[in-house]
């Protein structure tokens, strides 16, 4: 697990994804299963028609089910768009039609449109490797927005050895085509001694719409792109000739500049990787000539079709520099004072951040809850990558149901989504997304209804949204081919519903319309889907079915991939964190319908049953742990072993593999395991204030032995027998320990309730609230001042930050722990 996260290389997938389903399963499917037509909706009626006149009626009835089956799964929902047709583009939402919507490169802008022309830097100290897509691996040491504002402004901080870049943007409304903007690119080398030649590389490029032409001054500067494109019109982007900080008159620097074919936004890197040739010089008047490696003028990979054109300016030059492009929109030449470039692009960004750091008091309050600058900065960095995050993504999932062996492509999609990881995951996470949403209502609410729209538009006609969004060739070429297919029996905790339960009484009424019929039927596909054994009690589909190669066998829909459950997956299951999800759901439900003048019927039922204590005790409550617990076959005494396969003669010794024992027949029981999962009902809120039940889940929090650490609570207690255990050879602990942001933020939360709720554990509640806040806030200040970035996880025994990083999707929730805002 770990391990190939740590993996480093260059463009292509490098990265385990969160949640992942082992090929292993899909090879059994494929095989027990017979293959169905892999076609759209109309065909497929066509064809089932034909098929029950051939096969007779008890045949065709199976038949017509699979592929009724296999129809709905690619159909989009019949309910009309959350997102309203041409509400994104650039007349009705000019605000956030460009923006940095391209969260895995280091630089780059795009448009809110499917086919979007894009635009990017790369850059290369010779000598060093050629920097575009973001990397946790032997990259930058740092890298990050340290002000973003998610519409018009961003300042980002890029160290890469000696070299510090500083990136920045700021957008100008006009006209009809999203207006204009201006890049500025600041370049300084910390230290003493001669630093490598630096290049930087501007490009634009088309994905398949669009047309550019180059202007060229002089035959090797590329001076301007001018472009068309649908949504653009007509459109310039100038490239300014560098000068030195603090100057005006331009700076000494060696040109090349590279027009070529695209044959995918993917492969950017390779093709300008590829052109580049040591035959370039960089003679500046009075100094030593040197050779550098510069881009050959035209280029592109041999024997691939083009889908698109890449115009590219390479500047080398030595640091310090500033170099400005400016993108101008023809429909707003009328609406342009003067180019916004140079002392005026200075003003401008001043501007921009002076209105960043108003607004940033004003919503958080930082300042008057007295956060020192530093801390202060740490807060507008956390937000700003998330913002900077955010991304606009176009293409098709690939689906697969539990009754067919052929995956198929989903319909064609777009999300605008942030990210939970510039570097891993820079794409849309189903559960991830209900957490980015808590922050970023507070500071954009509109922009946070958008984005919940968008991923409603997601769901197929059974009321399924895929919890991994991979669309489009970008996204796609950084996932390993096996983890693309989603699967459709898989939920995700519906954690869109926690962000919605704080839009909700903003939100204007049009707009909850349209989503309620969408998040009806979401909701009862999760009902449906994920119906426990008994009533009220649910179970997540979609576990790991070979039990024996695991320690314990994952959960991924739960999004605790590894936390341990039931030793062996059986119907029985009763899952206690889906049964909270389902309870915070059906309560959401019902305050929506309330808010549409609807009967909240049948939500308002559901979830009182659900918060009944009595009914979760039954259900839950593990008197031998004294905690609440997950129930099923379980059995208490699970080991892996390593084991030696049978030697065959004649043939090498083979490897010996670890493999799972059990040495205690499991039984219908609880699961005997104290973490996240057994904090649910506190963390949702559920137990009631007076609840017998809640001095034992805050004595299980507060113990050093259990959950508590200097850094936040950890997920699995530490005298837990699955506490930072592997669960196969491959899969070092991933929910076993470490202290995740996104659980801490929902405990603090929940704390602060029970704070301020009369019952006797009040003062308890309040104390443990206000050590857990300092702890979390604490540490993860400290290790960003250490190391520049948020985390995945910190490890319970330091607090050192884990796993993927920047990692400013959930854990950007500290602002709202620092702000108190809950
Ligand atoms: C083009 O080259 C000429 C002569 O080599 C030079 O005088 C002029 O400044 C150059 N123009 C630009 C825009 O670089
Ligand atoms: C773009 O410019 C061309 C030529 O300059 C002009 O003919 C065309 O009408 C313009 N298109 C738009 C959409 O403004
Ligand atoms: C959930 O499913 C149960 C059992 O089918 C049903 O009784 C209940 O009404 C459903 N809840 C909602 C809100 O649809
Ligand atoms: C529990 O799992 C074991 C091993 O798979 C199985 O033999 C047994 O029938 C299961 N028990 C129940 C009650 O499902």
Same mark, same amino acid.
């Given at each position: ?58 045949? #065709? ?15 989009? +929902? ?47 100290? +010779? ?185 590219? &300016? ?79 993504? &176009? ?39 209900? *957490? ?17 729209? &968008? ?94 190669? *695991? ?23 009763? +899952? ?88 205690? #027949? ?80 929902? #405990? ?9 709720? #009369? ?64």
């Amino acid at each position: 697990m770990a391990g190939e996260r740590r993996r480093r290389g260059g463009d292509g997938p490098r990265e385990r994804p969160r949640e992942r389903d082992p090929k292993h399963r899909q090879q059994q499917k494929q095989q027990q299963q017979p293959r169905g037509p892999g076609r759209g909706r109309t065909v497929l009626v066509a064809s089932a028609a034909a098929a029950a006149l051939a096969l007779g009626l008890v045949a #065709a009835a199976t038949e017509w089910s699979r592929w009724s089956e296999a129809s709905r799964l690619v159909t989009p +929902h019949p309910a009309p768009p959350a997102v309203p047709p041409g509400s994104t583009g650039p007349l009705a939402s000019p605000t956030y039609f460009w923006g940095t919507y391209r969260p895995h490169v280091y630089f780059g802008m795009k448009t809110r449109s499917p086919r979007s022309v894009v635009t990017g830097l790369m850059w290369l100290q +010779h000598g060093g490797g050629l920097r575009h897509t973001c990397d946790s691996g032997d990259g930058p040491a740092r890298y990050g927005w340290v002000m973003h504002d998610g519409e018009n402004f961003g300042v980002q901080e890029i160290r890469d050895g000696r070299l510090l870049l500083r990136t920045e943007f700021v957008k100008q409304p006009g006209g009809d085509h999203g207006g204009d903007w201006s890049w500025r690119v600041t370049a300084r080398t910390e230290g003493k001694g001669p630093a490598p030649l630096l290049s930087l590389f501007f490009y634009v490029a088309t994905d398949g719409q669009g047309e550019l032409r180059p202007v060229l001054h002089n035959g090797t500067r590329l001076a301007a792109v001018e472009g068309t494109s649908e949504e653009l019109g007509n459109f310039t982007l100038t490239f300014l000739p560098p000068t030195g900080e603090g100057e005006e008159e331009p700076k000494y620097a060696s040109y090349n500049f590279l027009a070529a074919g695209v044959p995918g936004l993917h492969r950017l890197t390779e093709l300008v990787q590829r052109s580049l040739r040591e035959a370039s010089l960089f003679s500046p008047p009075g100094r030593p000539r040197r050779h550098y490696l510069g881009v050959s003028r035209t280029g592109g990979l041999p024997g691939e079709p083009p889908q698109g054109q890449l115009l590219l &300016h390479q500047v080398t030059l030595e640091a310090p520099a500033v170099l400005e492009a400016v993108l101008e929109s023809g429909s707003a030449a009328g609406a342009r004072r003067g180019r916004l470039a140079g002392r005026a692009l200075g003003t401008a960004l001043a501007r921009h951040a002076a209105a960043f750091e108003r607004r940033f008091e004003d919503t958080f309050g930082l300042g008057a809850r007295g956060a020192t600058p530093p801390q202060r900065r740490f807060a507008q960095a956390a937000l700003s990558e998330l913002l900077g995050g955010l991304g606009f993504f &176009h293409g098709r999932s690939l689906l697969r149901s539990e009754r067919r062996s052929e995956p198929l492509p989903g319909p064609e999609a777009v999300l605008f989504t942030a990210a939970p990881s510039r570097s891993c995951f820079p794409r849309g996470f189903l559960w991830d997304e209900g *957490f980015h949403l808590l922050l970023l209502g507070r500071w954009a609410p509109a922009l946070a209804r958008d984005v919940l729209a &968008h991923w409603l538009d997601l769901m197929n006609a059974d009321g399924w949204i895929p919890r991994e969004q991979i669309l489009g060739d970008e996204a796609r070429a950084r996932v390993p081919p096996e983890f693309v297919l989603q699967h459709s029996e898989t939920a995700n905790p519906p954690t869109l519903l926690l962000a919605l339960e704080r839009l909700l009484p903003d939100a204007p009424l049009p707009y909850l319309r349209r989503l309620s019929p969408r998040l009806r039927a979401w909701f009862s596909w999760l009902n449906r889907t994920q119906a426990g054994p008994e009533p009220l009690t649910f179970r997540w589909r979609g576990r790991d079915t070979d039990a024996e190669r *695991f320690l314990n066998p994952k959960t991924l829909a739960s999004g605790l991939d590894d936390y341990p459950r039931a030793s062996h997956p059986s119907e029985q299951e009763r +899952h206690l964190d889906l049964r909270c999800w389902m309870a915070l759901g059906a309560r959401v439900l019902a305050a929506l319908a309330e808010r549409l003048g609807e009967p909240p019927e049948p939500y308002g039922d559901m979830a009182l049953a659900l918060s009944d204590n009595a009914l979760l005790e039954r259900h839950h409550w593990a008197p031998e742990l004294g905690a609440f617990a997950d129930f099923g076959n379980h059995s208490t005494a699970v080991a892996l072993r390593w084991h030696r396969p049978a030697p065959v003669p004649g043939q090498a010794p083979p490897a010996p593999r670890l493999h799972r024992e059990v040495r205690e #027949a499991p039984r219908p029981r609880f699961v005997g395991a104290l973490g996240y999962v057994s904090l649910f009902p506190l963390l949702l809120q559920l137990l009631r204030a007076d609840s017998p039940r809640l001095p034992a889940l805050l004595g299980a929090m507060r113990s050093e032995a259990k959950l508590w650490t200097p850094f936040g609570l950890r997920s699995l207690a530490r005298d837990s027998p699955w506490y930072l255990q592997r669960n196969t050879e491959h899969d070092p602990p991933y929910w076993r320990g470490s202290v995740w942001v996104n659980m801490n933020f929902l #405990a603090l939360r929940a704390l602060h309730g029970y704070a301020h709720a #009369a019952g006797p554990h009040r003062e308890q509640a309040a104390r443990l609230y206000r050590e857990l806040r300092h702890n979390l806030v604490t540490n993860m200040f400290r290790q960003h001042e250490a190391t520049g970035f948020l985390w995945e996880q910190y490890r319970d025994s330091d607090g050192a930050g884990q796993g993927c990083h920047p990692f400013a999707g959930w854990s950007a929730l500290v602002v709202l722990a620092m702000a108190e805002d809950y």
